[in-house]
């Protein structure tokens, strides 16, 4: 009887272990699935945040060209001014200057200049000059 009983125990033993070993390989597969699952989707998110970094990107380039263009049409070439004239303070030598020398009369608000310079003297070239630094290599 113990002996058959030692049997009933060992055989209750290995159900239970097979069991176990079942619900560990049900769990692992799950998990397995999940992960991948969870894998994917960061792989998702990751190639959306690349697409908008680099949707933010083109934008601000576009903002910045935008706004170099934009500044540059409200620039004022004064040419011929003699060197000095402007002494000591430019802008608000050109803040007087522009009106009279336009014959505006009194402005309703006066002209600020934000920032004043003096601009490289352009380079004279002839044609002949221009044909022979186009024809070097």
Known sequence: ??????????????????????????LKSEFSNRLEEILTAVEETRKDLTDC???????????FVDMETRSGLNNLRVVNLP???????TCSFLEGWI??????????????????????ERQQYSTENFDNEMSEP
Not at 8 to 22: F, P, Q, R, S, Y
Not at 83 to 89: H, K, L, N, T
């Open 53 to 63: 970094t680099e949707r933010i990107t083109q934008a601000e380039v576009h903002k």
């Open 83 to 89: 060197e000095g004239a402007e002494a000591p303070d």
């Open 99 to 120: 009106p009279e020398a336009l014959d505006l009369g009194p402005l309703r608000c006066p002209i600020v200049m934000e920032r004043v310079r003096r601009a490289e």
């Open 1 to 26: 009887m113990e002996h058959r009983a030692s049997q009933e125990a060992n055989t209750e033993l290995t159900g239970a272990k097979e069991e176990i070993l079942t619900a560990i390989s049900s």
